[in-house]
């Protein structure tokens, strides 16, 4: 067989995470040859990069036309990739083709399969996948062996099912069915900064699918953003620090640029926020989503704090240019990191339902990063790249702002991160299969972990970013892993048990109403 290894674009993540791909190269490949067969690298080790993966879209492109057509093909992941670097020639390979991970919560081979796995699933390219720590264990080396003699692995998705008939008369399904013939009628805006650069295949969403739903793009540059940044003033910027502090967030400043967050950082990423704000009015969007990699690592601090205060409710004041007005006041402008338009659905019909419910109307996504058993369950670490909606964490007291890790981004900036607060929770996703939009939605709840395993956890992964302990009602490790389609999952807050079951069944009625085939996922009572 032969393998690839689809990596990052920015040659710091590559060379930093190679010994790690090559401990799962030969992890795997000691497992093939267990079962008699060989492994033959499609491409080399590059020393003057100092890295293997393929790191370019043209690259795997040439990479593929050296790969017999009909040959098994492995992508062996252990790292976050670019999906885009190998859909090229994953779309024109005919032969059997398995996305193999590690299970890692530091290296995450397992955010990088579940995106090239939904990026393949969108292009319609049929696909196996597989995971394991060591590759050393029966459930792995069972499921490389039925591969290599049948060409195809299928996992246990029992927990799926879809949408039954709903009780038209039910407040939950009358409130979702209007809620969506609003959105239909009046039509919402998203904005959209920069499309695509992160290599996000399956995060984007037609035209053609979305304005059937009432959801129309306005594509919009990130130069424009920071042009606008340039334009918001040091005392803008000063005051909504000053807001922030006053309500208990913690900065964890330093001196160092090159390594520590700094009062410039921040200052910088405030004015980011403003900016965004400003650019949101001037076309009426109803969300916005800013992709900061590519183009914007390289120009200004992260936009992870911007992104966090944008999701919350309470949070600092901003003003229209003239000071004439408030804009979105006493509101979130639901945020879809890294413009993942799935995301962009999701928290757009979360946001309505919530707030005409009357609940907290904080949404966001998180990387399914990874997870493992405690205290008789399996609980996610869920984690997302950077911000969460302080309410998530139980407000600004409980967050704190900790500069990025520089192997990402090189300009540092501040996260808004803390530990997501217990609770009930809905968990959903909106993704592309077979040229139509699908939802899959479940309940779950948050777990309160003990300090010292809440850090085991955090040093286990990204200790900088906001983490989420999260238990999936009626769904196992395996069959999340098997079933999801993106490497992000939608999470929203419900004040009971009873409020995320009534919540969820509205959300399942609007996406019904809207045309999107509604999956559900565990145990969801209805």
């Given at each position: 067989?032969?393998?690839?290894?689809?990596g990052d674009?920015?040659?710091?993540?590559?060379?930093?995470?190679?010994?790690?791909q090559?401990?799962?190269?030969?992890?795997?490949?000691?497992?093939v040859a267990?079962?008699?067969?060989?492994?033959?690298?499609?491409?080399?080790y590059d020393a003057?990069?100092?890295?293997?993966?393929?790191?370019?879209?043209?690259?795997?492109i040439?990479?593929?036309?050296?790969?017999?057509?009909?040959?098994?093909?492995?992508?062996?992941?252990?790292?976050?990739q670019?999906s885009?670097?190998?859909?090229?020639?994953?779309?024109?390979?005919?032969?059997p083709?398995?996305?193999?991970?590690n299970?890692?919560?530091?290296?995450?081979?397992?955010v990088?399969?579940?995106?090239?796995s939904?990026?393949?699933?969108?292009?319609?390219?049929?696909?196996?996948?597989?995971w394991?720590?060591?590759?050393?264990?029966?459930?792995?080396?069972?499921?490389?062996?039925?591969?290599?003699?049948?060409?195809?692995?299928?996992h246990?998705?029992?927990?799926?099912?879809?949408?039954?008939?709903?009780?038209d008369?039910?407040?939950e399904?009358?409130?979702?069915?209007?809620?969506?013939?609003?959105?239909?009628?009046?039509?919402?805006v998203?904005?959209?900064?920069?499309?695509?650069?992160?290599?996000?295949y399956?995060?984007i969403?037609?035209d053609?699918?979305?304005n059937?739903?009432?959801i129309?793009?306005?594509?919009?540059?990130?130069?424009?953003?920071v042009?606008?940044?340039?334009?918001?003033?040091d005392?803008?910027?000063?005051?909504?620090?000053?807001?922030?502090?006053?309500?208990?967030?913690t900065?964890?400043f330093?001196t160092?640029?090159?390594?520590?967050?700094?009062?410039?950082?921040v200052t910088s990423?405030?004015?980011?926020?403003?900016?965004?704000?400003?650019?949101?009015?001037?076309?009426?969007?109803?969300?916005?989503?800013?992709?900061?990699?590519q183009g914007?690592?390289?120009?200004?601090?992260?936009?992870?704090?911007?992104?966090?205060?944008l999701?919350?409710?309470?949070r600092?004041?901003?003003?229209?240019?003239?000071?004439?007005?408030?804009?979105?006041?006493?509101?979130?402008?639901?945020?879809?990191?890294?413009?993942?338009?799935?995301?962009?659905?999701?928290?757009?019909?979360?946001n309505?339902?919530?707030?005409?419910?009357g609940?907290?109307?904080?949404t966001?996504?998180h990387?399914?990063?990874w997870?493992?058993?405690?205290?008789?369950?399996f609980?996610?670490?869920?984690?997302?790249?950077?911000?969460v909606p302080?309410?998530?964490?139980?407000g600004?007291?409980?967050?704190?702002?900790?500069?990025?890790?520089?192997?990402?981004f090189?300009l540092?900036?501040?996260?808004?991160?803390?530990?997501?607060?217990?609770?009930?929770?809905v968990?959903?996703?909106?993704?592309i299969?077979?040229?139509?939009?699908?939802?899959?939605?479940?309940r779950?709840?948050?777990?309160?972990?003990?300090?010292?395993?809440?850090?085991r956890?955090?040093d286990?992964t990204?200790?900088?970013?906001?983490?989420?302990?999260a238990?999936?009602h009626?769904?196992?490790?395996?069959?999340?892993?098997?079933?999801?389609?993106a490497?992000?999952?939608?999470?929203a807050?419900a004040?009971?048990?009873?409020?995320?079951?009534?919540?969820?069944?509205?959300?399942?009625a609007?996406?019904?109403?809207?045309g999107?085939?509604?999956?559900?996922?565990?145990?969801?009572?209805?």
């Amino acid at each position: 067989m032969y393998t690839v290894a689809s990596g990052d674009l920015r040659p710091s993540a590559n060379v930093t995470c190679w010994p790690a791909q090559q401990q799962l190269e030969a992890a795997f490949a000691a497992a093939v040859a267990d079962l008699g067969w060989s492994v033959r690298r499609a491409h080399p080790y590059d020393a003057d990069k100092g890295h293997g993966f393929i790191d370019s879209q043209r690259y795997g492109i040439e990479v593929f036309k050296d790969i017999p057509v009909d040959a098994p093909l492995v992508v062996v992941d252990a790292v976050w990739q670019y999906s885009h670097h190998v859909l090229a020639g994953l779309r024109s390979h005919r032969g059997p083709i398995l996305v193999v991970a590690n299970w890692s919560g530091e290296f995450p081979g397992l955010v990088g399969l579940l995106n090239l796995s939904a990026s393949m699933t969108k292009a319609g390219v049929a696909h196996s996948t597989l995971w394991s720590e060591s590759f050393t264990d029966t459930w792995a080396r069972d499921g490389l062996r039925t591969w290599l003699e049948t060409g195809a692995l299928r996992h246990d998705e029992s927990h799926v099912r879809d949408l039954p008939a709903l009780d038209d008369a039910s407040p939950e399904v009358e409130l979702g069915v209007a809620l969506a013939r609003q959105l239909r009628d009046d039509k919402a805006v998203i904005g959209v900064f920069d499309e695509g650069c992160m290599g996000m295949y399956n995060a984007i969403f037609d035209d053609e699918l979305l304005n059937p739903l009432g959801i129309f793009k306005e594509r919009l540059s990130q130069s424009a953003l920071v042009a606008e940044m340039g334009r918001v003033g040091d005392d803008e910027a000063k005051a909504a620090r000053t807001w922030l502090e006053e309500r208990g967030l913690t900065f964890h400043f330093g001196t160092d640029e090159a390594t520590e967050l700094t009062e410039a950082q921040v200052t910088s990423q405030l004015k980011m926020y403003i900016a965004a704000l400003r650019i949101s009015d001037d076309f009426g969007l109803d969300a916005v989503g800013i992709q900061y990699q590519q183009g914007l690592k390289d120009t200004v601090p992260a936009s992870d704090l911007a992104e966090g205060l944008l999701n919350n409710a309470e949070r600092p004041p901003v003003l229209s240019r003239d000071g004439s007005r408030e804009l979105y006041a006493g509101v979130p402008l639901p945020h879809f990191n890294e413009v993942d338009e799935g995301v962009a659905v999701d928290a757009l019909v979360t946001n309505r339902i919530w707030t005409a419910m009357g609940f907290d109307p904080e949404t966001t996504l998180h990387d399914i990063r990874w997870g493992d058993e405690y205290d008789g369950e399996f609980v996610w670490v869920f984690e997302i790249s950077g911000s969460v909606p302080a309410a998530h964490n139980g407000g600004y007291q409980n967050s704190y702002s900790m500069r990025q890790p520089p192997m990402y981004f090189p300009l540092g900036g501040g996260t808004l991160s803390g530990i997501s607060k217990p609770g009930h929770i809905v968990w959903s996703r909106v993704y592309i299969a077979g040229g139509a939009l699908h939802v899959d939605i479940g309940r779950g709840h948050v777990a309160e972990l003990p300090a010292e395993e809440t850090r085991r956890r955090l040093d286990a992964t990204t200790p900088q970013w906001p983490i989420m302990h999260a238990v999936l009602h009626g769904v196992g490790r395996d069959q999340l892993m098997a079933r999801h389609k993106a490497n992000h999952v939608q999470v929203a807050y419900a004040p009971d048990a009873g409020g995320a079951d009534r919540a969820l069944l509205a959300k399942a009625a609007l996406f019904r109403e809207l045309g999107l085939a509604v999956h559900l996922c565990g145990d969801v009572d209805l």
